[in-house]
């Protein structure tokens, strides 16, 4: 598959309110026929594989082309100028890290425990053609995983935990990507309270209650 044009550098906040589909994911973000074609054909295997295992939730599958492709794909360009190693924690139905492979990230580990939700990831990841490694286990205990340019995550725990993950994982210069909902502020102040905090609050694109915690280092104080 060849790889579509770089985002744009600001992403478009959305009206929630407005419709978005694959015609509005393909203006918005300027993807080739290719990859929209790609992208429809995930979602169409979410569809389908939603009636087996809880991938996400059933209210959102009607709204996939914001709810989940575009709110990942507002990260490709928060990471840093070349980043090419990418760890997605939690990856689950693959969100953020097969849009992100989709859209041109480089090198995409996807970690996930839940054997159905990998076997979901891998079976995705063959018929879209995309080179991405899927490791099964539990964050804590995988061993062998490349050191990450970009470490991120997505509903999966507090953010906390995620900086100690990233710890287990980050060199000095890895930055993560963190999408959280309108608790977040309780999450900071938690984290806080055992660690000195390096990091940018950015605006969800997506939705309207979110943020995107960029990460600039993961030790503790």
């Known amino acids: 598959m ?3 044009p770089p985002l744009p550098a600001t992403p478009v906040p959305l009206d929630p309110a407005a419709p978005f589909g694959p015609t509005e994911f393909q203006a918005l973000l300027n993807v080739s026929r290719e990859t929209l074609a790609a992208f429809e054909t995930y979602a ?3 569809s389908r594989w939603q009636k087996a ?3 996400v939730g059933p209210k959102t599958l009607d709204q996939v082309w ?3 492709f575009y709110d990942s794909a507002q990260l490709l360009p928060l990471a840093p100028a070349g980043a ?3 760890i997605d924690l939690g990856s689950g139905a693959g969100f953020p890290g097969l849009v992100l492979a989709l859209l041109g990230a480089a090198e995409v580990h996807l970690v996930e425990s839940d054997g159905r939700k990998t076997v979901f990831l891998e079976e995705t990841a063959r018929i879209l053609k995309l080179p991405v490694a899927v490791h099964r286990g539990r964050i804590e205990s995988l061993a062998g995983l490349p050191a990450p340019d970009v470490i991120t995550a997505r509903a999966l725990a507090p953010l906390a935990k995620l ?3 990233g710890a287990h994982l980050a060199r000095p210069e890895t930055v993560g990507l963190f999408l959280k909902g309108q608790d977040f502020e309780k999450e900071l102040t938690e984290a806080g ?3 000195t905090l390096a990091l940018d609050r950015l605006a969800s694109q997506s939705d309207p209650a979110g943020v995107i915690l960029r990460i600039k280092r993961f030790g503790h104080a």
């Open 2 to 4: 060849s790889r579509p």
């Open 44 to 46: 169409e295997l979410l």
């Open 53 to 55: 295992i809880n991938l």
């Open 66 to 68: 914001r709810r989940h």
């Open 84 to 86: 090419k190693v990418w």
């Open 163 to 165: 900086l100690d993950y």
């Open 193 to 195: 309270k055992s660690r």
